[in-house]
């Protein structure tokens, strides 16, 4: 099998950049994380796959950060994710609020991900930089709730220049056979000639699922979706982990965002806290001598 790996290219003579990742590992990871099933590991895969990618693609410095809410109103309710950088290694973060849907296979015997996720929602991408606090915020309506349409879209709206987005996930009774994903951008430079040989390749494609099951690599999948025999490799071997910072002092911050009241009516009630992560699923218990002297601080 496929080890994980994410690889930049340039085609074209670098008229059209290009990203392939495999992220089977990191997707098993989350299916254990977060007790997955079957449909929720296709629908959290695709959206961690692409959080990866877009760590690599639109953060350019370490202290910039990504957060991403995809909700369509769906059984499995939002999908969120963090994504932050740390000396060029992109770390993910991320949960589905209700990991347990599952639904039958569609007609075509797929996940029903864009059933599950639903379709009458949004994604949200907020960039940040955690120094400056300054930011962007992007909002586009869902399309079909299959996660790589609807990043597609926003890409679209956001970006002047077109892309192309493939993501896939396969998973077996065994646990996720595999997982990835290409990204192509066409620069403003690319030719009609250029552009329209790369609508060919995707179209005459095999899915990306299929590419990975069948052991292709990652040189050989964007030679295939690009049409370029040449394309060439400019970074390789990027790292997409991942990683929760969480600590009990950032829940601390959380119990005192409550206000006094409320941190007052726990003690009173409860005589104590338990809090857990929803990105890592860490408990942090706070006794009536936590509860209290936090109270004593506000
Ligand atoms: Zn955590």
Redesign the pocket.
């Known amino acids: 099998m496929n080890k994980d790996r994410t690889v930049k290219f340039l085609c074209y003579g670098g008229k059209v950049s290009a990203i392939a990742t495999i992220t089977t590992d990191l997707v098993e990871y989350v299916k254990n994380l977060h007790g997955l099933t079957p449909t929720t590991t296709a629908a959290f895969g695709r959206f961690i796959t692409i959080s990866g990618m877009m760590g690599h693609t639109e953060i350019k410095e370490d202290n910039d950060s990504i957060t991403i809410q995809l909700n369509g109103k769906g059984e499995t309710g939002p999908l969120v994710s963090v994504i932050r950088r740390d000396e060029g290694k992109i770390f993910v973060?991320g949960y589905i609020s209700n990991p347990l849907v599952e639904l039958p296979l569609k007609e075509n015997g797929k996940l029903d991900v864009g059933g599950a996720v639903g379709t009458n929602g949004y994604l949200n991408i907020i960039k940040e930089n955690e120094i400056t606090k300054q930011g962007y915020n992007g909002l586009v309506p869902l399309v079909s709730g299959e996660i790589a349409e609807d990043f597609a879209s926003y890409f679209a709206t956001s970006k002047q220049v077109p892309t192309v987005l493939a993501l896939g996930v396969l998973v077996n009774k065994d646990g996720v056979k595999s997982s990835g994903g290409y990204m192509i951008n066409l620069m403003p430079d690319a030719t009609d000639e250029e552009i329209t040989k790369i609508e060919e390749a995707v179209s005459k494609a095999p899915t990306i699922s299929e590419m990975l099951a069948d052991e292709k690599s990652l040189e050989e999948i964007i030679k295939i979706v690009t049409g370029d025999e040449n394309a060439e490799i400019i970074e390789d071997n990027l790292i997409i982990g991942y990683k929760?910072?969480?600590s009990k002092e950032k829940f601390e911050r959380g119990i005192i965002s409550l206000g006094k009241e409320e941190v007052q009516e726990i003690l009173d009630e409860d005589g104590c806290a338990n809090t857990k992560?929803?990105?890592?699923?860490?408990e942090y218990f706070f006794s009536r001598e936590d509860l209290q002297s936090i109270l004593d601080k506000m």
Not at 277 to 282: I, Q, R, S, V
Request: proline share 0%; charged share 30%.
């Open positions: 973060k929760c910072d969480c992560c929803h990105f890592c699923n860490k």
